[in-house]
């Protein structure tokens, strides 16, 4: 744990009172603001919940905003010890979720936050009440899939690149990471790199792009299926999709796929934003949840 972040609201931009539970051995943390119908927050990759910080005050003012850091990022703990796939962070929210025994959730899911949603909701569905999919995708990628990371494996540089989040965490913002009208500010940066002093503080979002199921062999290709699979469970709770189209990641045929999976699902398009939306249309993301939330009561 890198205790010195444990109460740090960088420049008072997260000014949120940490709360953490024991889950699988080690402490997860997480921001529980409001009162009401939950809505709980998902970050991904190589961010954690200081993501959701506009979020979290509007949202709270008629719900219960719970916005959890996986392993390894943000507040939580870092263990040395446990296998960093998308099984493991699955069961991470299942447990923390059902410990806060958290009913009529809607989900908000970007990047990683999806995969992990989904594999919660499946799982879960009487448990969900709405989900909110932004800038996320599900698959198993066919055998020899390049991903955004195969010419870092290829040259030798991804585990330097990853063991070094202090320095190269700015440069994934700058470049694509946010819209090009988002400044990145220092306190962003400090926020953003905070969790990531030394390379063992990174052994999370080290994993997390190696774990992007690329073949049927890959070993989490089963459990991304296994969701694939049972994603039908849900199509009667109410979804909106909400999707920045300047995302290198992610681009705007990802909504298409999305629209096939759940026809007729509402669709927000944002052309200034990129993968992390949360950063570029703050304002505009929550007026478009607070009008789901109304919509669908």
Excluded at 261 to 281: I, M, R
């Amino acid at each position: 744990m890198r205790e010195d972040i444990l109460n740090e609201t960088f420049d008072g931009t997260f000014p949120f009172d940490p709360h953490f539970k024991m889950i699988n051995g080690f402490r997860m943390h997480y921001v529980d603001e409001g009162e009401g119908k939950p809505i709980v927050c998902l970050h991904g990759e190589p961010t954690w919940g200081y993501l959701y910080r506009k979020f979290i005050p509007p949202l709270s003012e008629t719900n219960r905003v719970i916005v959890p850091d996986h392993m390894g990022f943000g507040k939580s703990d870092v263990p040395q010890d446990k296998p960093y796939n998308l099984a493991q962070h699955i069961d991470n929210l299942t447990k923390l979720l059902l410990e806060l025994d958290l009913k009529e959730i809607t989900l908000v899911g970007q990047d990683w936050g999806g995969p992990i949603m989904f594999g919660f909701a499946v799982n879960h569905p009487g448990r969900i009440k709405r989900m909110v999919i932004m800038n996320t995708w599900l698959g198993v990628a066919p055998e020899g899939t390049r991903t955004w990371v195969s010419n870092m494996e290829e040259s030798g540089t991804y585990d330097g690149f990853f063991e070094n989040l202090r320095k190269t965490l700015p440069i994934l913002l700058e470049r694509g990471g946010v819209g090009k009208d988002t400044k990145v500010t220092d306190t962003m940066i400090r926020a953003y790199t905070a969790p990531f002093p030394d390379a063992a503080s990174t052994i999370g979002a080290k994993a997390f792009p190696r774990d992007i199921p690329v073949g049927k062999n890959h070993p989490s290709a089963n459990t991304m299926q296994s969701i694939i699979n049972k994603l039908n469970i849900l199509n009667d709770k109410p979804k909106i999709i909400i999707w920045g189209l300047q995302d290198p990641v992610f681009p705007k045929k990802t909504v298409e796929l999305w629209r096939k999976v759940y026809p007729g699902t509402e669709v927000h398009e944002l052309p200034e934003a990129s993968h992390f939306l949360q950063e570029d249309a703050p304002d505009k993301i929550v007026k478009f949840i607070q009008e789901f939330l109304r919509k669908n009561p």
